[in-house]
């Protein structure tokens, strides 16, 4: 069973920074890909940054030079360095999990609960 939990997120002033973390147990994939998603009121789920087991990394314009996707497999853990924040990054934030197809995107199968972010 997989299970993906998210945490760090909080409240932040605007140009400030955050990190997050989403430890996943369970097996997956040999070969998978994890991802950052963000969810504000109102507002479609958005896919913001992704990262394959080999590194390969992704990020959506919106997020590109602010934000990094990491991870450490031996943690099982992938984490999110958020940094200059606006009010327009208050979102929920989730993490996604799914073995990697080899075009196209994943299906994104696992899902964590959320982690909320705010930036006033």
């Known amino acids: 069973q997989v299970q993906l939990v998210e945490s760090g997120g909080g409240s932040v002033q605007a140009g400030g920074s955050l990190g997050l973390s989403c430890a996943h147990s369970?097996?997956?994939?040999?070969?998978?890909?994890m991802g950052w998603f963000r969810q504000a009121p109102g507002k479609a789920r958005e896919g913001i940054a992704g990262?394959?087991?080999?590194?390969?990394?992704y990020y959506a314009d919106s997020v590109k030079g602010r934000f990094t996707i990491s991870q450490d497999n031996a943690k099982n853990t992938i984490y999110l360095q958020m940094s200059s924040l606006t009010p327009d990054d208050t979102a929920m934030y989730y993490c996604?999990?799914?073995?990697?197809?080899?075009?196209?995107?994943?299906?994104?199968?696992?899902w964590g609960q959320g982690t909320q972010v705010t930036v006033s």
């Open positions: 996604a999990a799914d073995s990697c197809p080899d075009s196209g995107d994943p299906e994104w199968s696992y």
């Open positions: 369970g097996y997956i994939s040999s070969r998978h890909c």
């Open positions: 990262i394959r087991r080999d590194g390969d990394e």
